[in-house]
């Protein structure tokens, strides 16, 4: 059984850190593409960033150069990191493993931004 793990959410002030951790287990780690997925308040799930099997990465334009998402395929983990944090990053921050018609998602982890 496929099992996806979200950890390191939490409260932050804006313009801090965050590193978001996504393990997934019961599967081929290394044969997924993972995204990291956010739901703002309020709002529909929309993509934060991806990343490949060949670690090709994609973002969402508003995240560009504020977060990254390297894997680490020795550890079944991908991450998130993100910087210059803003309240309007404020939101479930989700995590979805896919490979051919299979999707897994996890159940998530909040991230707050706020002083």
């Known amino acids: 059984q496929v099992q996806v793990a979200e950890s390191g959410g939490g409260l932050v002030q804006p313009g801090g850190s965050l590193r978001l951790s996504c393990v997934i287990s019961?599967?081929?780690?290394?044969?997924?593409?993972v995204g990291w997925h956010r739901q703002p308040p309020g709002k529909q799930r929309e993509l934060v960033a991806g990343?490949?099997?060949?670690?090709?990465?994609k973002y969402d334009d508003t995240m560009k150069g504020r977060f990254t998402i390297p894997r680490e395929n020795n550890k079944n983990t991908v991450y998130l990191q993100m910087n210059s944090l803003e309240p309007e990053d404020t939101a479930v921050y989700y995590c979805?493993?896919?490979?051919?018609?299979?999707?897994?998602w996890g159940q998530g982890t909040k991230v707050t931004v706020s002083t």
């Open positions: 990343i490949g099997i060949f670690r090709e990465t």
């Open positions: 019961g599967t081929t780690f290394s044969c997924l593409a």
């Open positions: 979805n493993g896919k490979v051919v018609a299979s999707s897994y």
